[in-house]
């Protein structure tokens, strides 16, 4: 069998983490809600190309242990890392396969989700071109496939940080020092006297953040000797070669021009011409966009353009929003109240039920709620269908803008740990290796302290509370700064570890 040779990603890692925008579950939502019928998550099968250490693949396995998981990746250390990590955790439905993505056998059979993240603009245009073809011939009759790039026209000025840098570093053959001088150039551009809003002064705040990236990150992207942004129109159109089409952005609402004032909108859909194709494309122009995470599907698929508010009831709601007002008015129809969420995403509402539904949902964060369990928990189970109507509406609103997430299933994690709290072996693996984990939510958790990594790698399910403070007392006592630690101090770890979804039963 041929072995791939070593590659720059076996000289420098590059680190990879839980990406919940390419979680089966993310692409099944779309799907359904663009009138797909894509299969569920609990018994489906997923392929990732690029899966380097399976850090993305490797959290998915683990909370859907009826899937199977298969990832390939051309880093041979990476793959081997990945692998040692799966025999550890004991999973029997994920393998890595050190492969090449133009050597993916047929034999590999059909998958329902396909992952590529962070391939298709770093490689040359034959192995772009069997990405696509790897999708098309391994993709089931309802599969979605998530592919992400960097795009113009917002990449043409990382280009030009591309090139100042890979300028400065010609002629280094030593992979870390070819980091350490293309970081010293950035700081030294960086720190340059500009202008306020003068040409110099945007490429300052490019060269800032080169400096704020790992050395895996700057080496493989910012120094790569292939890095080749696209229009969205140009990805559409090779996608359209391979008989695939455009589903989706995995991050629904940067799909949305409803974020623009009505005359904004319009003048995009006048100038798209109502091609879904086009309004992507103006709003790239409108937002100088560089970077995109697009979801694809077969050609022959039926695809709704127009999300369907009824798919709203069988699946699970979650939101991190909160009421602007400390004592929001629910009960009013004409008051109108505003919700907020991370970022800029916020909806106002006058509706009653609205209100105490987006209220009940932020309250109940991080677990997620099935409609109907949501109507009746907030005492409108009885609601008539013109109400319930209105909220779906307001609900799919709240989702476009972002405020509130959508979920065909509800992770398995616990916000009340018992006894003999027990932390995700994953996360517990993942720990002795550094301050990133994986949520049981499939998000990234930076565990900043050295006691608070400690706490939960002691959290195995074995030790009491009361065990883990005499343990940790243990542990600190014999540390240059003692602290004493209280069983008030284990407590409040545990709680803010369960608000990370990072407790399994």
């Given at each position: 069998?041929?072995?791939?040779?070593?590659?720059?990603?076996?000289?420098?890692?590059?680190?990879?983490?839980?990406?919940?925008?390419?979680?089966?579950?993310?692409?099944a939502?779309l799907?359904?809600?663009?009138?797909?019928?894509?299969r569920?998550?609990?018994?489906?099968?997923?392929?990732?190309?690029?899966?380097?250490?399976?850090?993305?693949?490797?959290?998915?396995?683990?909370?859907?242990?009826?899937?199977?998981?298969?990832?390939?990746?051309?880093?041979?250390?990476?793959?081997?890392?990945?692998?040692?990590?799966?025999?550890?955790?004991?999973?029997?439905?994920?393998t890595?396969?050190?492969?090449?993505?133009?050597?993916?056998?047929?034999?590999?059979?059909?998958?329902?989700?396909?992952?590529?993240?962070?391939?298709?603009?770093?490689?040359?245009?034959?192995?772009?071109?069997?990405?696509?073809?790897?999708?098309?011939?391994?993709?089931?009759?309802?599969?979605?496939?998530?592919?992400?790039?960097?795009?113009?026209?917002?990449?043409?000025?990382?280009?030009?940080?591309?090139?100042?840098?890979?300028?400065?570093?010609?002629?280094?053959?030593?992979?870390?020092?070819?980091?350490?001088?293309?970081?010293?150039?950035?700081?030294?551009?960086?720190d340059?006297?500009?202008?306020?809003?003068?040409?110099?002064?945007?490429?300052?705040?490019?060269?800032?953040?080169?400096?704020?990236h790992?050395?895996?990150?700057?080496?493989?992207?910012?120094?790569?000797?292939?890095?080749a942004?696209?229009?969205?129109h140009?990805?559409?159109?090779h996608?359209?070669?391979?008989?695939?089409?455009?589903?989706?952005?995995?991050?629904?609402?940067?799909?949305?021009?409803?974020?623009?004032?009505?005359?904004v909108?319009r003048?995009?859909?006048q100038?798209?011409?109502?091609?879904?194709?086009?309004?992507e494309?103006?709003?790239?122009?409108?937002?100088?966009?560089?970077?995109?995470?697009?979801?694809?599907?077969?050609?022959?698929?039926?695809?709704d353009?127009?999300?369907r508010?009824?798919?709203?009831?069988?699946?699970?709601?979650?939101?991190?929003?909160?009421?602007?007002?400390?004592?929001?008015?629910?009960?009013?129809?004409?008051?109108?109240?505003?919700f907020?969420?991370r970022?800029?995403?916020?909806?106002?509402?006058?509706?009653?039920?609205?209100?105490?539904?987006?209220?009940?949902?932020?309250?109940?964060?991080?677990?997620?709620?099935?409609?109907?369990?949501?109507?009746?928990?907030?005492?409108?189970?009885?609601?008539?269908?013109?109400?319930?109507?209105?909220?779906?509406?307001?609900?799919?609103?709240?989702?476009?803008?972002?405020?509130?997430?959508l979920?065909?299933?509800?992770?398995?994690f616990?916000?009340?740990?018992g006894?003999?709290?027990?932390?995700?072996?994953?996360?517990?693996?993942?720990l002795?290796?550094?301050?990133?984990?994986?949520?049981?939510?499939h998000?990234?958790?930076?565990?900043?302290?050295?006691?608070?990594r400690?706490?939960?790698?002691?959290?195995?399910?074995?030790?009491?509370?009361?065990?883990?403070?005499?343990?940790?007392?243990a542990?600190?006592?014999?540390?240059?700064?003692?602290?004493?630690?209280?069983?008030?101090?284990?407590?409040?770890?545990?709680?803010?570890?369960?608000?990370?979804?990072?407790?399994?039963a």
């Amino acid at each position: 069998m041929h072995v791939p040779p070593l590659t720059p990603y076996d000289r420098i890692g590059y680190r990879t983490l839980p990406m919940p925008q390419t979680h089966p579950d993310r692409m099944a939502t779309l799907a359904l809600l663009h009138g797909m019928a894509p299969r569920p998550i609990d018994r489906c099968r997923v392929l990732e190309l690029g899966c380097g250490d399976g850090s993305n693949l490797i959290p998915m396995a683990y909370g859907l242990p009826g899937s199977e998981f298969v990832g390939i990746d051309l880093a041979g250390s990476a793959v081997a890392n990945g692998t040692a990590a799966i025999a550890t955790l004991g999973l029997r439905n994920v393998t890595l396969r050190h492969l090449d993505v133009m050597d993916v056998p047929e034999t590999l059979g059909t998958f329902d989700y396909i992952i590529a993240p962070g391939i298709y603009s770093w490689v040359e245009a034959p192995v772009r071109d069997r990405i696509l073809a790897v999708c098309r011939a391994h993709l089931a009759p309802q599969g979605i496939a998530f592919v992400s790039y960097n795009t113009y026209p917002g990449c043409h000025l990382r280009q030009a940080v591309w090139q100042i840098l890979q300028f400065h570093v010609e002629g280094i053959s030593d992979p870390n020092e070819r980091i350490t001088q293309a970081r010293a150039l950035a700081r030294f551009i960086a720190d340059c006297p500009q202008a306020d809003g003068s040409d110099g002064a945007v490429l300052s705040s490019e060269m800032r953040a080169v400096l704020d990236h790992s050395p895996g990150l700057l080496f493989h992207d910012d120094l790569a000797s292939t890095n080749a942004p696209v229009y969205f129109h140009q990805f559409a159109s090779h996608a359209r070669r391979h008989r695939l089409q455009f589903l989706a952005e995995a991050n629904f609402h940067e799909m949305q021009v409803q974020a623009y004032p009505p005359e904004v909108a319009r003048q995009i859909w006048q100038l798209a011409d109502r091609s879904v194709i086009q309004k992507e494309q103006y709003l790239d122009f409108v937002r100088n966009r560089r970077f995109r995470q697009t979801l694809l599907c077969r050609e022959e698929v039926p695809i709704d353009r127009t999300p369907r508010r009824e798919v709203l009831e069988s699946l699970y709601l979650g939101s991190q929003a909160r009421p602007v007002v400390e004592h929001p008015d629910l009960d009013s129809p004409g008051v109108v109240e505003e919700f907020r969420s991370r970022g800029d995403a916020s909806v106002s509402t006058d509706h009653p039920l609205a209100k105490a539904a987006i209220l009940h949902l932020g309250q109940a964060w991080p677990r997620v709620i099935r409609f109907d369990e949501l109507l009746r928990t907030i005492g409108r189970a009885g609601a008539n269908a013109g109400d319930v109507g209105s909220l779906l509406d307001i609900l799919l609103s709240a989702y476009a803008a972002g405020l509130i997430e959508l979920h065909t299933h509800a992770p398995h994690f616990v916000l009340e740990p018992g006894p003999r709290p027990t932390v995700s072996p994953v996360a517990r693996l993942q720990l002795e290796r550094g301050h990133l984990v994986a949520s049981l939510r499939h998000t990234s958790v930076y565990i900043e302290d050295e006691l608070g990594r400690r706490l939960l790698t002691l959290m195995d399910g074995t030790r009491t509370t009361e065990t883990l403070r005499h343990e940790m007392g243990a542990y600190v006592a014999g540390q240059p700064a003692a602290v004493e630690v209280s069983a008030a101090a284990v407590e409040k770890k545990i709680t803010e570890a369960a608000r990370l979804a990072l407790f399994t039963a």
